[in-house]
């Protein structure tokens, strides 16, 4: 008997099993949960990775492989690309998924009236039908990188065909999917303000790839990261996403698990002369920029959960050396203002603004002197309280730590720095704003919630200074970041940079697929940016993902974005059995 039970032990082991119910708190609200305008809204981009496939995805080294495609051929020119599909394949509805399908998406994406934020990335691109199962792309222009460009999610024509393009937002489509990835919809609970609550998700048995071990994914929508901690402390929820770092400690170690990762982000501060005048000039902009100390924020705000970032491309990124330009330096930032902008102190400052402020309510003063032309007294003492307001609004927006202000003649330097409304964010504005200070520039602070900045601030590039993180992705492909054409929305040119010499790095980048030489062409390009300065790089965040430990299988390290936490989700487990060893 005991031979029996050693030889059972070593022949036989803990296997994962099929079943179990995986919960998740999002913080968000899923929109247009549809690939062709997924990219603008997080949680969106989140259920679009389960639900749907490209043509290729990114494997768990960062590798670009096929999906659900097959193969593919690439002209040598570098302007023709030539894909066949998997045979077989299939919607969750049953449905086949052919080269229409295919062809239909890039076309959706191409047409102004549906709307969609990928238009550029697939300007000029012409698809052809070959057969049921090939598709042919011809580009304009040669990119080596294009086939990175066709890992966005395929939509079935035989359901979107039947849609009117300006209509593609109202569909219910957008929430109850047909897709072809490993995941498929279930079910949605909304509540009676039409938010949605929950959304849950089952295995796609239609699925080409490995079929997922977990019996359904549900997802849990809240307003906060405190909500979501709540839900894990109550065990109503298995997992938090990019939990920020100041509420990490209140999970406790005996039940969850902490992963601890990075995205190729630089989160920098994009300096927008359009909305600032002042900001054209390079002096201004370079004091800016050398008035920060960067290891002094991320201590402040981070701590150790993030590392210093002088350069458009990740800080992590093997092989790429960026020159130390423009590092933190006060007394420069200070001489180099001096230039111009003349010392002036508080009081003089409260006078200039005082005029200021007063000039902008002019027309209210001089109504309320007509209206009361029979009694002065009423007049006079409404003027009186209007100088009252306008003497304790600018006292209160004046700091105590600000020693000196600076103007040019009546022109008095200042800036609005814009900011996604997050504990991390406003804590890193405050900090910024303090080193400014010191130059002599008081900062305003704006804030926007994570939905406005897409819809309000970016598109419309309504800000001065904006703090903002961009992820490059796994091709490091900085053209969509700093060309001149990607000035203008959809295009994620931010700082509205043109630079003609600039432009052309960019462009022969896009034409190698020799690393080495891509990254050599890059630092070329960040030379010249740094010339310019027109961006203060700060930093790259680590983010974190708090998982129940009973969920088994989890292998989460650098990913391509945020939405790659899912990549091998097919592979995480709740239930297990015994089984022989093979």
Do not use: C
């Not at 998406?105 to 102004?112: G, L, M, S, V, Y």
């Not at 961006?535 to 708090?546: C, K």
């Amino acid at each position: 008997m005991a031979w029996g039970s050693v030889f059972v032990g070593r022949h036989t082991g803990i296997a994962p099993k099929n079943g179990g119910a995986y919960r998740e708190a999002l913080v968000g609200q899923p929109k247009f949960i549809n690939p062709i305008f997924s990219s603008i809204n997080d949680v969106d981009a989140d259920l679009v990775t389960l639900l749907y496939s490209g043509l290729f995805r990114y494997d768990t080294n960062q590798n670009l492989v096929p999906d659900i495609a097959e193969s593919f051929t690439v002209s040598p020119d570098l302007k023709t690309f030539t894909i066949t599909l998997r045979p077989a394949m299939r919607w969750s509805d049953s449905k086949s998924l052919t080269a229409n399908d295919v062809i239909f998406t890039i076309e959706t994406i191409q047409n102004p009236e549906v709307g969609s934020p990928l238009l550029p990335a697939f300007a000029g691109v012409k698809t052809t039908k070959v057969d049921e199962a090939t598709i042919k792309f011809t580009l304009t222009e040669p990119f080596a990188n294009f086939l990175n460009t066709l890992t966005v999610g395929i939509i079935p024509e035989h359901i979107w065909s039947e849609i009117n393009p300006t209509n593609f937002k109202l569909a219910k489509y957008n929430l109850q999917t047909i897709g072809s990835g490993p995941w498929k919809f279930e079910k949605m609970l909304k509540n009676e303000a039409g938010a949605v609550q929950s959304y849950t998700l089952s295995p796609n048995y239609n699925y080409y790839g490995k079929k997922p071990y977990l019996g359904s994914v549900e997802f849990k929508f809240l307003d906060s990261y405190n909500e979501a901690v709540g839900l894990l402390k109550s065990q109503t929820a298995d997992a938090v996403s990019f939990l920020p770092s100041n509420l990490k400690e209140k999970i406790g170690s005996k039940n969850f698990n902490l992963y601890k990762f990075l995205l190729p982000q630089t989160t920098a501060i994009f300096l927008n002369s359009d909305q600032k005048s002042e900001l054209k000039e390079l002096d201004l902009r370079r004091a800016l920029t050398m008035a920060i100390n960067r290891d002094q924020l991320i201590s402040d705000v981070y701590g150790t959960d993030a590392v210093s970032s002088d350069s458009p491309l990740p800080s992590f990124e093997a092989g790429y050396q960026a020159a130390k330009k423009n590092l933190y330096d006060e007394k420069a930032a200070n001489d180099l203002l001096d230039k111009k902008w003349k010392h002036i102190e508080p009081e003089n400052y409260f006078k200039l603004r005082q005029a200021e402020e007063l000039k902008n309510r002019q027309s209210e003063i001089d109504a309320t002197i007509a209206a009361n032309s029979s009694t002065p007294e009423v007049a006079s003492s409404t003027i009186k309280q209007i100088n009252s307001e306008v003497n304790q609004k600018i006292r209160a927006e004046m700091n105590s730590d600000q020693l000196f202000y600076r103007a040019d003649g009546n022109n008095i330097l200042e800036i609005e720095l814009t900011l996604v409304d997050n504990a991390e964010y406003i804590k890193a504005g405050d900090t910024i704003a303090s080193f400014w200070r010191k130059i002599g520039l008081p900062t305003t602070i704006h804030t926007v919630s994570a939905y406005q900045v897409n819809r309000e601030v970016i598109k419309t590039r309504s800000y001065q200074a904006l703090l903002y993180g961009e992820i490059t992705g796994a091709d490091l492909d900085l053209f969509p970041f700093w060309h001149s054409s990607q000035v203008d929305y959809p295009g994620l040119n931010l700082a509205r940079y043109i630079n003609r010499n600039a432009d052309k790095l960019l462009e022969d980048a896009r034409l190698t697929l020799d690393d080495s030489k891509r990254l050599k062409l890059y630092e070329q390009f960040q030379t010249i940016l740094e010339d310019d300065d027109p961006a203060i790089f700060l930093f790259t965040p680590y983010h974190y993902m708090a998982i129940a430990k009973n969920i088994k299988g989890v292998n989460l390290n650098t990913l391509v974005n945020s939405s790659d936490r899912y990549r091998e989700l097919n592979d995480w487990y709740i239930k297990t059995k015994w089984q022989w060893k093979k």
